[in-house]
């Protein structure tokens, strides 16, 4: 009983330290269809300016004001949250982001529902409303900054 103990704790450890140095790939996977959607709103100094609003009120906490990741909340987060003034996050099309938005993602919360008059959002749009659109303009400008 005695090996069968020491047995199943060095096999836990090890698996705890293999996970550690090898961690696994949770790729946050998107739709094909958000994957190609373009946003439907011009991005102007008016929808930039609605859209940091939104931004300050939803994403600043985690994401910190820059958008470099570094909120109020971040550190109470795993994994920490995006820093979106990266090239890799600024690579992604506007429907990536739209769908990590909405859906969320582990710590991330969905905000579909969220974003004002966007409740009953069509599934695989931008919805009713400018405001998802206006969101993703003004994110598009952290990386400028």
Sequence with gaps: MKSLLTMLGLLAFTTTI????HPQQ???KVPDNYEKMKNPVASDPSSIKLGGELYIEHCKSCHGVYGKGDGVKAANLNPSPSDLTSEKFQKQTDGSILYKIYFGHKDMPGFKKRIPDNEDV???SFGKTRSPGDLINYLRTLAKK
């Design 18 to 21: 293999l996970s550690l140095i």
């Design 26 to 28: 949770d790729p946050w």
């Design 122 to 124: 069509i599934e695989g």
